[in-house]
C-alpha cells in the first residue's frame, strides 16, 4: 500500500490566481513525479525530482513549478492559472525495488480554472 | 524513442469471464521495464503489476498476469474472473533506462464489466 497524499481532491479557481498543489509522502522514496491528464487520456509528465534540491522539467512542457526542500513533500505551484489549466494534476513517488522503480501515486488533483 | 501502443479504446467482459487487454511498446534499450496500471473512475492510479524485460517468466499477481512475449514486444494484460469492480481504465506504461528512467504511458482501455 503507497501513503503518497495529494490535497486538495478538487479545485474550483478563477483565472490569474496563484495556487499550490500539495503532495507528501511517507515511503522515504527518493524519486518523485507531477503527471498531467486530461480526461480519458494519457499520463504527461511534467516535472520530477531525484531529491533534494533536485528539480527536472517532463516531457510536456508547464507553466507551473515545483520546489523540493524536503524528501518527503514535492509540491507544485501555478503562479497565475488559466482555463488551460484546467485538468488533472496527478503526483508519485518510486523507490528502486528488486529493479523495479514503481512508481505509486497519489489520488489526483482535479483542476478547474475559469 | 519510447512507444507504449493500447489499440483497445474500450472493452466489455462478462462477469466471471477472462479478459484480454492488448499492449505493445517500442524501445531500443535492453534494460526496460513494464507496468499495469488501473484509474477508477475517483482518478487515482493503482499500480497492478510489474515485468522486467530479463524476467523470464510472465508476472502474476491475484487475478491479473502479464503475457509477456519479448520478440513481438507485447506485454498484454489479462484479467482472470472479472468482477464489477474491475470496471476501469487500464494503463501501460514502461520504463527505459537509457530514457532517464522515465515512465511512458499508453493511451488506455476503458473495460466494463457486465453483469
Known amino acids: 500500500e503507497a501513503d503518497i497524499y495529494q490535497t486538495p481532491r478538487y479545485l474550483v479557481i478563477g483565472t490569474g490566481k496563484k495556487i499550490t498543489l500539495e503532495c507528501s509522502q511517507t515511503m522515504g522514496h527518493d524519486k518523485m513525479y507531477w503527471y498531467q491528464q486530461d480526461p480519458g487520456m494519457e499520463l504527461h509528465l511534467i516535472h520530477y525530482s531525484y531529491g533534494v534540491n533536485s528539480t527536472e522539467k517532463g516531457d510536456l512542457s508547464s507553466e507551473s513549478t515545483v520546489s523540493r526542500i524536503r524528501t518527503e513533500h514535492f509540491p507544485l505551484t501555478l503562479e497565475s492559472a488559466r482555463p488551460s489549466h484546467t485538468s488533472q494534476y496527478l503526483c508519485?513517488?518510486?523507490?528502486?525495488?528488486?529493479?523495479?522503480?514503481?512508481?505509486?501515486f497519489g489520488a489526483g488533483t482535479r483542476l478547474s480554472v475559469l | 524513442a519510447q512507444k507504449i501502443t493500447q489499440t483497445q479504446p474500450g472493452m466489455f467482459v462478462q462477469e466471471k469471464e477472462a479478459v484480454t487487454l492488448d499492449c505493445t511498446y517500442d524501445?531500443?534499450?535492453?534494460?526496460?521495464?513494464l507496468f499495469w496500471y488501473k484509474q477508477p473512475s475517483s482518478g487515482e492510479m493503482i499500480f497492478l503489476i510489474y515485468q522486467g524485460s530479463y524476467d523470464q517468466q510472465n508476472a502474476t499477481e491475484g487475478r491479473y498476469s502479464l503475457n509477456f512475449q519479448k520478440a513481438r514486444k507485447s506485454a498484454n494484460l489479462v484479467i482472470s474472473a472479472s468482477q464489477l469492480g474491475d470496471s476501469a481504465m487500464y494503463f501501460c506504461?514502461?520504463?527505459?533506462?537509457?530514457?532517464?528512467?522515465?515512465?511512458?504511458f499508453g493511451t488506455g482501455t476503458s473495460l466494463t464489466v457486465i453483469p
Open positions: 506504461a514502461m520504463r527505459a533506462r537509457t530514457a532517464g528512467n522515465q515512465f511512458y
Open positions: 508519485a513517488s518510486s523507490e528502486l525495488r528488486t529493479g523495479a522503480n514503481i512508481q505509486y
Open positions: 524501445t531500443s534499450d535492453p534494460s526496460y521495464g
